[in-house]
């Protein structure tokens, strides 16, 4: 059974970071396309970041330069670094791995930042 599971998330005031992680089992991560989204109440979903299977990466503009999504492969492990955190950086977040039609979701993980 495939289960993808986000920790590190937290309250936060602005200014500060948080380390979010996602970890597999029942996959090899490093095999997979790895993206984060977040999303807020009354919101869609947001792209926030792609981590592409050579170690590639991209970022919604408005996080480009605060965060940095990497791999820890030793622990079948994918990071977000969020750094300089904004109130408008809350939400939950997920990540989602690919693999041409298979897509897997992590369940979530709430960051709140307070201004």
């Known amino acids: 059974q495939v289960q993808l599971m986000e920790s590190g998330g937290g309250s936060v005031q602005a200014g500060g970071s948080l380390r979010l992680s996602c970890a597999a089992s029942?996959?090899?991560?490093?095999?997979?396309?790895v993206m984060w989204y977040r999303q807020t109440p009354g919101k869609q979903r947001e792209w926030v970041a792609t981590?592409?299977?050579?170690?590639?990466?991209d970022y919604v503009d408005s996080v480009k330069g605060r965060f940095t999504t990497s791999r820890d492969n030793a622990r079948n492990t994918v990071h977000l670094q969020m750094n300089s955190l904004k109130s408008e950086d809350t939400g939950n977040y997920y990540c989602?791995?690919?693999?041409?039609?298979?897509?897997?979701w992590g369940q979530g993980t709430q960051v709140t930042v307070s201004s």
């Open positions: 029942g996959i090899i991560f490093s095999t997979y396309v």
């Open positions: 981590l592409s299977l050579g170690g590639n990466t």
């Open positions: 989602r791995a690919i693999q041409g039609v298979r897509i897997y």
